[in-house]
């Protein structure tokens, strides 16, 4: 008889991995800092990718319904210049196998297919021990304490249960993202909704860009992508929005006024994404009982592929755990021999990408790789 799973975080990963053990008949309880799921916005949009987000659903047995929650058109990708001059333009034909959905409501799928009581909110972990024979005890921010017999830590960048594995620790990257938000874009704000076209558009140039995606209901969600010291991010005061919108604005002299619309007329409070990355060849030595995925296994660059390959290691941890049900170890084991490469691969693949946003050629790199003068990834999504 398989052991109770204790999953740490109610994210993409986690979720799936819940969701995917219940298929099995597995039982497991998810363990969430957030005190219910409208506490904080979810984020923007995902591209789920056909060879391992999608394969995920498909193994959860969602897919179908995570095409109801598809964003028509969400898959055109624009480049632009600092004066707003169309350099690649590619639309959205429905060929593209990278549909758009928004963060919040693939959740939401995943939390409806869990029976009920499966999250426990509002139990943010503050430490988790080894007590021996592959068990563990976690304690909660409340005082409370739960013992696992096989726990999983699907709690991300700053994972509290990573440091029973590893010693890794997540890296500032370099490059910092400001996000911003424009609501019913196409009424109130038609310069810029006309610049960002109908999916995603990137504005480059050496060192900055401006990003953004198109979301339902007119919503343009936007990225301000900075290259730039941590002593500098930290000189901004975030809590003055107006001000903190127009020290990053101050970054962007003579672009287009469309463009730098984006940032000044945000109609949210700008918040600073400061990127981090763990090591690329991140693994640890087996130890029993725990394991870990998503982002607290292998956080990398945006590449467009972390929550796929979070979600695709959830389902597949699953369907370890299901193919051994007599052997914690042999599932774990069995689990992380195909997370290790696939993560390191996905993770210099990212590393690569990066660069060709804001690189010295910016924004002709990104234009060369869509045009197929130089190989690489798609870096439109997340």
Not at 25 to 35: D, F, K, R, S
Not at 59 to 72: C, I, S
Not at 105 to 121: C, E, I, K, M
Request: hydrophobic share 40%; proline share 6%; glycine share 12%.
């Amino acid at each position: 008889m398989t052991t109770h799973v204790t999953i740490v975080g109610a994210g993409l990963g986690g979720l799936t991995l819940a969701r995917v053990l219940h298929v099995h008949g597995i039982p497991a309880t998810v363990y969430e800092a957030e005190a219910s799921p409208a506490a904080r916005a979810q984020g923007g949009m995902l591209d789920i990718h056909d060879h391992n987000g999608q394969r995920a659903l498909k193994t959860a047995g969602l897919y179908d319904r995570f095409l109801d929650l598809v964003h028509e058109g969400g898959q055109a990708i624009r480049v632009l210049d600092r004066h707003a001059t169309v350099l690649f333009d590619r639309p959205d034909d429905g060929s593209g196998g990278r549909p758009e959905v928004l963060r919040g409501r693939l959740r939401q799928l995943l939390l409806d297919s869990l029976p009920a009581g499966t999250v426990a909110w509002g139990h943010k972990l503050t430490a988790a021990r080894s007590l021996g024979d592959g068990r563990h005890e976690l304690t909660f921010a409340d005082g409370s304490t739960v013992t696992s017999g096989l726990l999983v830590g699907a709690d991300g960048a700053w994972s509290r249960v990573r440091p029973l594995l590893s010693a890794a620790r997540p890296e500032y990257a370099g490059t910092v993202f400001v996000e911003t938000y424009l609501f019913d874009s196409d009424e109130r704000h038609p310069a810029s909704a006309g610049a960002v076209g109908g999916g995603s558009m990137f504005a480059l140039a050496p060192g900055k860009g401006i990003a953004a995606h198109r979301e339902p209901d007119g919503v343009l969600h936007t990225y301000v992508q900075l290259n730039k010291p941590r002593e500098w991010i930290d000189g901004i005061d975030f809590t003055d929005p107006a001000g903190a919108a127009a020290r990053v604005a101050e970054e962007f002299p003579g672009w287009a006024p469309e463009l730098t619309a984006l940032i000044t007329d945000g109609e949210t409070a700008p918040v600073a994404r400061i990127l981090h990355s763990l090591p690329g060849d991140h693994r640890w030595e087996r130890v029993p009982g725990v394991t870990l995925l998503g982002d607290a296994a292998h956080l990398m660059l945006p590449s467009g592929e972390g929550a796929n390959i979070a979600m695709l290691d959830g389902a597949e941890l699953a369907e370890a755990i299901a193919a051994h049900p007599d052997d914690t170890e042999a599932a774990l084991t069995a689990y992380e021999e195909a997370l290790f490469p696939r993560s390191a691969e996905a993770a210099v693949e990212a590393a690569a990408l990066l660069p060709l946003y804001l690189d010295e050629n910016a924004p002709h790199s990104l234009v060369d790789m869509f045009t197929g003068a130089r190989q690489g990834g798609d870096p439109a999504g997340s």
